[in-house]
């Protein structure tokens, strides 16, 4: 069995930090409390946080009488002690200026599912990532409420085809923010500044590890379900979301069916941890690190090579059943 101590040491470290948020986040819980949550995405939700990571961040409320649970202003005093204490616990600011600390209903992540806007309000990231990689900060009851709405609308046709059941929509919808995450790395400009360009090394490179074994883990997770069952259940999917996209490949590990693919995913496993060594550095440091050729080159060769684990994983847990044709095909 695989065991981790920079892993380990990653997750009892992240889970005292986000316990020590939660004791001066009070009044924000107090707010929150039955009307909203707060959920952490990244490295703090994966558990691998270092002291250089920022704090993602996404909340969401319910609806009462046609109004949103928590009051606008309230929210402004939520998204306040949200910033207070973050600088007070020397946590990066809030990517773009606060621009994605944003207030959605549960409403809003159901009702766009599928639908056209969903990508342009930003709730089809908000509702992925909540599946994908979340831990809630504040509003416990209600981030597990939310989960529970949430993957109901995607197990809406459950009943009728419990003892076959694939999980069609969610397993598109990871494989479409896969393909957003690519995407949006590639639209670049041709003629960009050294450093610059560094700074879109580092991107890639953590694109490759981190945001690749946060859909593959929630999609090999599922699979290895299909493939012991043939069907998933939403308790299946619960237990996935509740799971970082690591403890999923250890889950996995767990399994006594999964024989055949254990040595294959204890690869994946290691691999990470180096990954997780290698950009445990601030910003301008790894920036000097990418403007080297040959440094960028084997950081590189080193991300084709984890993406190439991951695939071995897939193909041997698959074996070529339906689940594993509706990934490929």
Not at 27 to 56: I, K, M, P, W
Not at 184 to 207: D, G, H, Q, S, V
Request: glycine share 4%; net charge neutral.
């Amino acid at each position: 069995m695989f065991v981790g101590e920079l892993l380990d040491g990653r997750r009892e470290a992240t889970k005292a930090r986000i316990a020590k948020l939660q004791e001066d986040l009070q009044e924000a819980e107090r707010l929150c409390a039955g009307n909203a949550c707060v959920y952490a995405t990244g490295s703090f939700a994966r558990g691998e946080a270092s002291q250089h990571s920022d704090l993602d961040l996404f909340i969401v409320g319910q609806m009462k009488d046609g109004k949103r649970s928590l009051r606008r202003l309230d929210e402004i005093r939520v998204k306040a002690d949200l910033i207070e204490v973050t600088q007070r616990h020397k946590i990066p600011e809030f990517s773009g200026d606060g621009e994605y600390l944003v207030h959605y209903t549960v409403q809003q992540l159901v009702k766009t599912l599928g639908k056209p806007d969903d990508d342009a309000t930003n709730t089809f990231t908000a509702r992925l990532l909540l599946v994908l990689e979340s831990r809630a900060l504040l509003g416990e009851s209600v981030y597990q409420d939310v989960i529970e709405e949430v993957l109901g609308a995607y197990w809406l046709d459950y009943e009728d085809h419990k003892n076959e059941f694939i999980p069609a929509f969610l397993t598109n919808d990871i494989l479409r923010l896969w393909r957003t995450f690519c995407v949006n790395y590639e639209a670049r400009t041709a003629r960009e500044p050294e450093e610059k360009r560094a700074k879109r090394r580092i991107k890639n490179y953590k694109l490759k590890h981190s945001r690749l074994l946060t859909c593959y883990s929630g999609l090999l997770y599922l699979l290895g379900v299909f493939s012991a069952r043939r069907t998933v259940a939403p308790t299946d999917a619960a237990e996935m979301v509740a799971r970082t996209p690591t403890e999923r490949l250890e889950w996995l590990l767990s399994q006594p069916r999964l024989t055949d693919a254990h040595e294959k995913l204890e690869k994946p496993l290691r691999s990470y941890e180096a990954f997780l060594e290698s950009t445990e550095a601030a910003e301008n440091t790894l920036i000097e690190r990418f403007l080297d050729a040959r440094t960028h080159l084997k950081y590189m060769r080193s991300a084709y090579e984890f993406g190439d684990l991951v695939f071995d994983v897939l193909e041997t847990i698959g074996q070529k059943n339906r689940f594993h044709r509706l990934l490929v095909v």
